[in-house]
């Protein structure tokens, strides 16, 4: 066991945060941590890490064992480079690596009769075979891989940390995380500011980590691949299934189920009891049965309801007015940012059409201007190129970070303002749909969380009563129930949809096509997510078997070629074998050269300790020339 929770109570102020719950965490255990917003998920993970004190019970980490805990820009300082930083993990094994070199010299410079001679051996050897069991050959292997991983290219290896941007940072957080290599990996969120090449490289590290996980993740698609075990926090309760988040959603209705059957086995012995003590409470021969039964009512601890359901927002978008087939088309159009001689491309020139009831998902990696392009194609920004919309197209957007709303304004005012011919109890209702309900509606958008603010656009996003929406990132800030929703919504609107995700699970249940968007322009996919994956696999591999045959082609035959041509290539061949051969035995020499220098009976003769040592220098930079031209012979082989 690695940790565990025993009984953990919490209060915020007054509020029961949670209530006596109980978990353990296994070695090798990939934990999803769901529940809905302000449920108590962060809160959770605080208390587990030690960060903040539970209000009763007791964490318990087995000795030992570190906790690794991601929190926003955590452990990072702002004044190093990113790769500095990254070396700050492996601290104490530079530090060794700085003593073996200092040990070597002072080595070479004793004498056999020398009273530190036979202690300075003995602490090269065990300083030595503590260094390679710690794999400290490999530091700068292991962080150029994290690295490329988390997208930091060897070109930002420099870059300050201070000049990063908020999502450069965490995902740099994580990146260091991920190389001090915790027994514990606690994540709050860590799929946020993350593109499908990184999410998926991260994916595939995960599942090689050879200690715990315990993650939040509002991902579905994160959440199926990547957990064993299910921790959802309702009504104050910690609940524990089994599988992935797929398999949760079974295991969770069976569970409601055998709860509301035991609920109602027992509201109905109770009334029977009490119906019976009534009836017989006054009779002589009956009093005493039925006073055994009040007693027994007394003591019965009574079961609460379960809920059968999680309250969850009801999504519902309608139109009136149809519009033409041809409903969208884009003709040679640049996306851009900036004016004049500052505009900068981002990716085109674009050529695509949608038609009426298509469902396109825009996708992309960041900075290819997925946002920019549908402001474009509404008008929001200048065009370079052409865009033509059909006749009686009704558009609507949902932005990002819903910056429409006045942060001024209640929720109230902000749909009544809107909408001023609509009575209060409309405005009330359809905000209560999207559960902002009671005293909640005279709150101030700027005092909203993320999840009601995305739900109060959602809902000024129903009244307009569009037949094209037009939707950017538009399951940020929701909980899982409320992203499920709106994929119903979505899915029974018979309208047309364009819009920019990165939740796959999102991608995989609405699209009818994707567009990958890229610097050089536009990829079309028909069908969602798990198909895209699959045909740009098989279009990578055409391209990668049409460039080997073209520069097969290309090569100029045998016959074509001079003698000086080909014996030039057979001799590159020739010498790239020999450098193979070398370099493995220069490495069997600088191994058979260590384990001598370590050996307790060398130390003795400072003649011969003398001569390893410069002879493992002699090799360390012999391996180094042979290393360094068997690289550039291999551009060419």
């Not at 490289?201 to 315990?214: A, F, H, P, R, S």
Request: charged share 30%; with cysteine; hydrophobic share 35%.
């Amino acid at each position: 066991m690695l940790a565990a929770l025993d009984h953990i109570t919490r209060y915020f102020g007054d509020t029961l945060i949670f209530d006596s719950v109980s978990a353990s965490i296994e070695d090798g255990d990939r934990i999803g941590l769901i529940g809905a917003n302000g449920i108590g998920k962060s809160t959770l993970l605080n208390v587990l890490c030690g960060q903040l004190a539970p209000d009763d019970g007791a964490v318990s980490v087995t000795r030992g064992v570190h906790i690794g805990f991601l929190q926003q820009n955590s452990g990072l300082s702002r004044e190093n480079t990113v790769y500095a930083e990254m070396r700050g993990v492996f601290a104490e094994l530079l530090e060794t690596e700085q003593r073996l070199s200092s040990l070597e010299q002072q080595i070479a410079a004793c004498t056999v009769h020398d009273e530190r001679y036979q202690a300075l051996c003995e602490e090269y050897s065990n300083l030595s075979a503590y260094f390679e069991a710690r794999d400290g050959y490999h530091i700068d292997v292991k962080i150029r891989t994290v690295l490329n991983g988390m997208g930091f290219e060897e070109k930002n290896d420099d870059l300050i940390i201070n000049a990063l941007s908020g999502g450069e940072k965490t995902r740099l957080a994580l990146a260091k995380l991920l190389l001090e290599e915790p027994e514990l990996l606690v994540l709050d969120e860590p799929t946020n500011h993350l593109d499908f090449r990184t999410l998926m490289w991260l994916e595939d590290y995960l599942q090689n980590y050879k200690g715990g996980l315990v993650v939040v993740s509002h991902d579905r698609y994160f959440l199926d691949r990547m957990v064993t075990k299910i921790w959802e926090l309702e009504s104050r309760k910690l609940y524990v299934y089994p599988g992935n988040y797929t398999r949760y959603k079974t295991l969770r209705a069976e569970r409601v189920k055998q709860e509301l059957r035991a609920y109602e086995a027992q509201q109905n012995k109770i009334a029977s009891m009490r119906e019976y003590a009534e009836k017989n409470i006054v009779r002589a021969s009956t009093s005493n049965m039925a006073k055994s039964r009040l007693h027994q009512l007394e003591h019965i601890e009574v079961l609460e309801r379960p809920n059968e359901r999680t309250p969850v927002p009801r999504f519902s978008f309608t139109y009136s007015r149809r519009p033409v087939k041809d409903l969208l088309t884009v003709k040679n159009l640049t996306v851009s940012v900036g004016a004049g001689n500052e505009r900068v491309k981002l990716s085109g020139p674009l050529d695509f059409s949608i038609k009426r009831g298509d469902k396109v998902a825009l996708i992309g990696p960041n900075g290819t201007g997925k946002s920019t392009l549908l402001k474009t194609i509404l008008g929001l920004l200048p065009k370079d190129g052409e865009v033509a919309w059909g006749a009686n197209v009704q558009t609507a957007f949902y932005e990002q970070e819903n910056r429409q709303l006045n942060p001024g304004h209640t929720a109230l005012e902000e749909l009544w303002g809107a909408y001023p011919l609509m009575a209060e109890y409309e405005i009330r209702g359809l905000l209560g749909q999207v559960l902002i309900r009671g005293e909640e509606v005279y709150k101030k958008i700027a005092v909203l969380s993320g999840g009601e603010r995305a739900r109060t656009a959602l809902a000024l996003l129903m009244l307009r009563h569009a037949n094209t929406l037009i939707l950017d990132e538009p399951t940020n800030h929701l909980d899982l129930p409320s992203k499920e929703a709106l994929e119903e919504a979505l899915r029974e609107f018979d309208g047309t949809l364009i819009f920019v995700s990165h939740d796959r699970y999102f991608l995989n249940t609405i699209p009818t096509r994707i567009f990958e968007l890229s610097p050089d322009g536009l990829s079309q996919y028909e069908g969602g997510f798990d198909f895209y994956l699959e045909e740009k696999k098989r279009r990578e591999e055409k391209r990668a078997q049409e460039a080997v045959s073209v520069r097969r082609d290309e090569l100029p035959s045998s016959y074509h070629r001079s003698r000086q041509e080909r014996a030039e290539q057979v001799k590159w061949k020739q010498r790239f074998h020999q450098l193979e051969t070398q370099i493995e035995e220069a490495e069997e020499r600088i191994a058979a050269l260590q384990a001598e220098i370590a050996d307790p009976e060398t130390g003795w003769d400072y003649e011969k300790l003398s001569g390893l040592c410069a002879e493992l220098e002699q090799e360390k930079n012999r391996h180094e020339e042979i290393l360094a031209e068997w690289t550039e012979l291999s551009e060419f082989i």
